[in-house]
């Protein structure tokens, strides 16, 4: 990987011979576990201004009808959480001259909270191009990391790492975009920043000994500076010190270009209440499903409606696996989202897609019959992955994936796809394979999950939308056959040989820090976690990720190695998870020596109540949460009063401490037993995670967000209407 500094430019040809699709990167880190971005990408022409609305893409715009643009979402990471995004630069439009990849704090956040920040630039066979970090940031609360840009006909990356005060607001300001601004909910705040113009952190004026000319307007981001096609270096080093030392031009809407941004009108006397939407809402309308079914026409309820896709009893695995292989493949080519969702992290470019089964091909004596191949073509090229498919919790057989490397390579195939109810981890991959450094073609190895799979329907049907209704009504029926007990298709269920044993040794007392077993039980909680994440994600329409703490610069084994002297030092498993836009962080506790499953939320108390009508308030926001809540008031440095909701109920005044002290918050707790038996109840277990993790979501995350004080998130674009050309 090449590392690049700021200001440093580097054409990706002279990187990649296959450069025209990348995947970027960016990633940080926060020992808290609060801290948290948005990424966009704006198009810009050579004057360096958008060409109109549909030139930037954030979280309510993700995604380029032409494919040349995709944001794939956060995925986990060891230390916090990577936003990536798809670029197909060869469908990028020619009068676009630049690709800005931008990234926004949000509800008073800035970048200097966060650590690790960084941006990476991949291939389509996912082999890192180039990496640029940013260690200084500071008060910043929006972030310009990078730059693709077109010079003589390549494509080239600048590492910008410039800051900016004024958040999103500013950034997108000063590229032409109108942002509609919400009302101001803050007390004494001044007048929202951004509507005159961003000014980056490192464009100030001119200092004691610099010249006044070379602290001049930004020049176009676009492109190269110097008229001289031969003068590539000298042309790019003047646009690298221009980057570092302008301030750009202020872009003022008028008011009838702000009121047509903005939201309809509240009511007279009402508040606005801003809202930090995460659905799609572009010009053309999507088609989404309502969660209830509709009314039957059934005479009883044992009825079944007929099914697209039926379920019945298989006589073998293999038979699970054809049945699951032909259903997937055949959705994916038939909804254009749904496919180029599941492949567009893996570079494959949007464009028309083929899927094909049980196909033959030849390797050495006898021929080998990988599960499925998806084919797509976009402008003449041509896209192809090889697919491996397990269900039932069947694992990877490492010689046989290494088979179908071996056959991609020789082909020219760009990829090998594998399918499974288990979750990849970093640092600990599935199927160990070799791969033979002196082949030119490069071919990658990815894996999807069935528990995947079934999030990005379930994203698409329920909340972003898909193109028409036959298309939603085919993810449907995909979903159904997914969730279906007998498909084998329900995703990580088995928490593995070593834990019965870690299980009993805890009981027994018998289990010594340094036991690999611990360490395989702390890797299937780490998947089980993340396949919590994706399934709440689908069912709110929100990202759901497991925080991480990690120590920086720490990795995976040795961290995985700690958590598990810990289990058996205190005999708990336990994680933290963030729904974004959420304020609160929720805890997943598993004690195995007393068999009870805690999940629990703090909540910060708001500012300037009295002790008393907090309390009373929080009782009555938690009206319909579930008697057997354990409230627990938080002071400043311990733990103070508690109880559970059924006694706390007459008497509010027992969660106020009697020293007067402080009250800062309220931890809110349910427990949930975990069984008692043993035996082979690994997937007992799962379920038992599942059941407390639903019950505490619905029951009193949902409640107490009316509780939680909200800031006014100010300067972000506004569902459906972000910006204004």
Request: aromatic share 6%; with cysteine.
């Amino acid at each position: 990987m090449h590392e690049m500094s700021k200001g440093a430019n580097i054409g990706l040809a002279s990187l990649s011979d296959d450069a025209g699709s990348v995947v970027v990167g960016l990633s940080w880190s926060s020992t808290t576990g609060d801290g948290d971005a948005d990424v966009s990408v704006l198009l810009v022409d050579g004057d360096g201004k958008v060409r109109g609305d549909a030139d930037f893409y954030f979280y309510n715009h993700p995604a380029a009808e032409d494919g040349s643009v995709q944001l794939l979402g956060k995925v986990p990471t060891e230390n916090g959480s990577e936003d990536r995004i798809s670029l197909d630069l060869t469908a990028i439009p020619e009068d676009v001259a630049t690709v800005v990849v931008a990234a926004s704090q949000y509800g008073g956040g800035c970048f200097g909270d966060l650590n690790d920040l960084r941006m990476t630039v991949t291939d389509r066979s996912g082999e890192a191009l180039l990496g640029f970090s940013i260690p200084d940031a500071t008060i910043e609360t929006a972030f310009i990391f990078g730059e693709l840009y077109r010079r003589n006909q390549e494509w080239k990356f600048r590492a910008v790492g410039q800051g900016y005060e004024t958040g999103l607001s500013g950034l997108a300001t000063d590229f032409g975009i109108t942002v509609d601004e919400g009302e101001d909910e803050g007390e004494g705040e001044d007048e929202v920043p951004g509507l005159s113009g961003a000014v980056p952190l490192s464009a100030t004026a001119a200092g004691p000994g610099e010249d006044a000319d070379e602290a001049r307007p930004r020049p176009p981001a676009s492109a190269d500076t110097d008229a001289d096609a031969d003068a590539d270096a000298d042309a790019d080093a003047a646009d690298d010190a221009a980057v570092r030392t302008l301030i750009p031009i202020p872009t003022q809407p008028t008011d009838s270009t702000t009121r047509a941004a903005g939201p309809a009108p509240s009511p007279a006397g009402e508040t606005p209440r801003p809202t930090r939407s995460r659905g799609t809402r572009t010009a053309k309308k999507k088609v989404t499903l309502p969660k209830a079914p509709k009314k039957s026409l059934a005479e009883n309820d044992s009825w079944k409606p007929a099914r697209l896709f039926p379920v019945p009893s298989y006589k073998s695995d293999r038979e699970r696996e054809v049945r699951a292989t032909s259903v997937l493949l055949s959705v994916m080519a038939e909804v254009p989202e749904f496919g180029r969702r599941l492949t567009a992290g893996f570079g494959a470019p949007a464009g028309r897609m083929q899927t094909f089964t049980e196909v033959s091909l030849p390797h050495g004596d006898s021929p080998k019959r990988p599960d499925g191949v998806i084919r797509t073509e976009r402008a003449g090229k041509l896209w192809t992955a090889l697919v491996e498919t397990k269900t039932n919790g069947n694992p990877l057989k490492s010689e046989q994936v290494q088979n179908y490397m071996d056959i991609a390579a020789r082909r020219g195939y760009e990829a090998v796809i594998t399918l499974s109810n288990d979750v990849a981890l970093e640092g600990t991959p599935l199927v160990e394979v070799k791969t033979d450094g002196r082949r030119k073609h490069k071919v990658s190895l990815w894996h999807l999950s069935w528990a995947e799979v079934a999030h990005q329907a379930q994203m698409l049907i329920r909340h972003e939308g898909v193109g028409n209704a036959a298309h939603a009504w085919l993810l449907q029926e995909l979903l159904h056959y997914l969730q279906h007990e007998n498909s084998g298709c329900h995703g990580f269920q088995n928490m593995g040989p070593s834990w019965v044993p870690v299980r009993n040794g805890i009981d027994s007392e018998t289990l010594c820090e340094g036991d690999p077993r611990a360490v395989e039980v702390v890797e299937s909680w780490e998947r089980l976690i993340r396949q919590v994440c994706l399934r709440l994600g689908g069912e709110l329409g929100q990202k759901a990720l497991p925080v991480q703490r990690a120590r920086r610069g720490s990795d995976p084994k040795s961290r995985r190695t700690e958590l598990a002297d810990r289990l058996c030092e205190e005999g708990k498993l336990s994680a933290e998870l963030r729904v974004d836009g959420a304020q609160s962080i929720l805890s997943i506790t598993a004690d195995l020596r007393t068999g009870k499953i805690r999940t629990s939320i703090d909540v910060p108390a708001p500012d300037g109540g009295y002790p008393l009508s907090v309390a009373k308030r929080l009782l009555r926001v938690l009206d319909d949460a579930p008697a057997d809540l354990h409230v627990e008031t938080l002071l400043e440095g311990r733990s103070g009063p508690r109880g559970t909701l059924e006694r706390l109920r007459p008497e509010p005044g027992d969660l106020l401490p009697k020293d007067g002290m402080d009250i800062t918050g309220f931890r809110l707790s349910l427990f949930k037993g975990m069984g008692s038996s043993r035996g082979s109840t690994e997937s007992g277990f799962i379920r038992s995670i599942d059941e407390a993790v639903d019950r505490f979501y619905g029951s009193v995350v949902a409640q107490v967000s009316q509780f939680e004080q909200r800031r006014p998130v100010r300067g972000r674009p506004v569902a459906g209407s972000a910006v204004a050309g």
